[in-house]
Structures are given as structure tokens and as C-alpha cells.
């Protein structure tokens, strides 16, 4: 009986046993994850959340999400079409670069598809987003805030001081400025006006079907600010 691609020895890089053992378990849940999934989706992402990939994650159960460590999901793959545990999986791995996810999942491909060109969330902006508006506040009463919070605002640097116990801006302020780059204060005051200027949302890149292939898809660019996801799978 011929021997399973997925019992091909492939060797690591040199690392700590602790680090060397959790990059062997994933390339075996990558592997097993192959074995048991019909279809693979690769996607990029803007402006994460990881609570919202939380969701996302339990709306997709029994399907399997893999998230960073490009290299070593490469390798579970296949990275040539020598090593690869499946037909077309290494075309898969050359495009593993910068912020990615793969999908494991039995859906169907009309099903992946319309779920993912809907989903979108808007969040708020995080320090070292660049503003997507310019945001100013006028002179005056800003009566959604309690007059506890003014000594806070003040703090984030806003121009405020209470009058008659109402929170009172002493001059116009320009929150944030399209094309600028926000600050952790800017970012709070964005979140305590309730301005949500980031959306998180997941893009695909491409599919690989068993039996049928793998296909590229043409993804817009589009510049973005975001924080590293943590690199792990679920």
C-alpha cells in the first residue's frame, strides 16, 4: 500500500522543544484538517477584532479556522507541488503572505462565498488608524457627556470645563483629520462620541476544492492600519 503524503517527514525550523512542538501540532491539524474538509478558502483581513472573529468562528462550527504562522501552515500544506499532501495545495501556500486566514469547511461554495462578500462590521478606531473623515466638534454644550467625565476629557486634551454642571467645549476641536494618523486619545474620544470610522471585514483570496483545484481570486488593494492578530487557531 503506497504511503500517505501525509506522513512525509518535512523538517522544521530550528527552535525551542516548546516551539518546535506547537508548530508540529499545527502542521498535523493542518494536515488532518486537509484530509477531513472538502474545500480550503484563503482570506486576508481589515481591522480585526478578535471578538468578532470569536463570533465569526462559532457561526462557522463544525468548520476550522487557521489563523498567522504563515510559514508552518505552508508546510502542513505543502510548499512545492513535491511536498504538497494534496493536489494544487502548494498554490495555496505561495500566497500565505502578511495578514491571512484559511477556512476549512464542507459549505458549499455559494454558501462561503455570499457570507463573505456580506460580512462587515463597523468598529471603532484603534491608535494608528488613519482617519477615514475629518471629525470636528463645535464650540459649546456637549450634552451627551455626565459632568463626571469632564476632568477625564480634559485629560484626553480637549478644551472643556463644566458651566451650570453641563460639560461645555470652550472652542471648536478638530477631533481627527482625514488622512491622519489617530492617536490613543483621539482613538477614546472617537469611542466616547461614538464614531466607528474602522470596519472589520474578511476578504477571500482564493479557493481549493478537492478534486477540482485551486483558484486565485483578484483582490482589491487597500491600505490598512491594524494591530497583529495573535497567531493561533482555534
Not at 103 to 124: I, P, Q, R
Not at 178 to 189: D, F, L, N, R, Y
Request: hydrophobic content about 30%; charged content about 40%.
Amino acid at each position: 500500500m503506497p504511503r500517505s503524503k501525509r506522513d512525509k517527514k518535512i523538517s522544521l525550523t530550528k527552535t525551542d522543544k516548546k516551539g518546535l512542538a506547537l508548530k508540529q501540532k499545527i502542521v498535523e491539524d493542518v494536515r488532518n484538517c486537509v484530509e477531513k474538509y472538502k474545500s480550503i478558502y484563503v482570506f486576508t483581513y481589515r481591522n480585526m477584532r478578535n471578538e468578532k472573529m470569536k463570533e465569526v468562528r462559532e457561526e462557522w462550527k463544525p468548520s476550522r479556522f487557521f489563523f498567522g504562522k504563515n510559514k508552518v501552515i505552508a508546510i502542513g500544506l505543502g510548499r512545492t507541488e513535491e511536498e504538497e499532501v494534496e493536489k494544487d495545495l502548494h498554490k495555496i501556500s505561495s500566497i500565505l503572505k502578511g495578514q491571512n486566514g484559511l477556512l476549512f469547511t464542507d459549505s458549499k461554495k455559494k454558501e462561503v462565498e455570499e457570507w463573505f462578500n456580506s460580512y462587515s462590521v463597523e468598529e471603532y478606531a484603534r491608535s494608528g488608524f488613519k482617519a477615514t473623515q475629518s471629525i470636528t466638534l463645535n464650540e459649546g454644550p456637549l450634552k451627551q457627556f455626565s459632568h463626571a467625565i469632564e476632568p477625564y476629557l480634559r485629560q484626553l486634551g480637549m478644551p472643556t470645563k463644566l458651566e451650570r454642571g453641563v460639560v461645555t467645549l470652550l472652542k471648536d476641536y478638530e477631533v481627527c483629520k482625514e488622512g491622519s494618523i489617530i492617536t490613543p486619545e483621539q482613538a477614546k474620544i472617537l469611542e466616547l462620541l461614538e464614531h466607528r470610522l474602522a470596519t472589520f471585514k474578511l476578504i477571500l483570496k482564493g479557493r481549493w476544492i478537492k478534486g477540482k483545484g485551486f483558484e486565485e481570486f483578484e483582490v482589491e488593494e487597500e491600505e490598512e492600519n491594524d494591530e497583529k492578530m495573535q497567531e493561533c487557531d482555534d
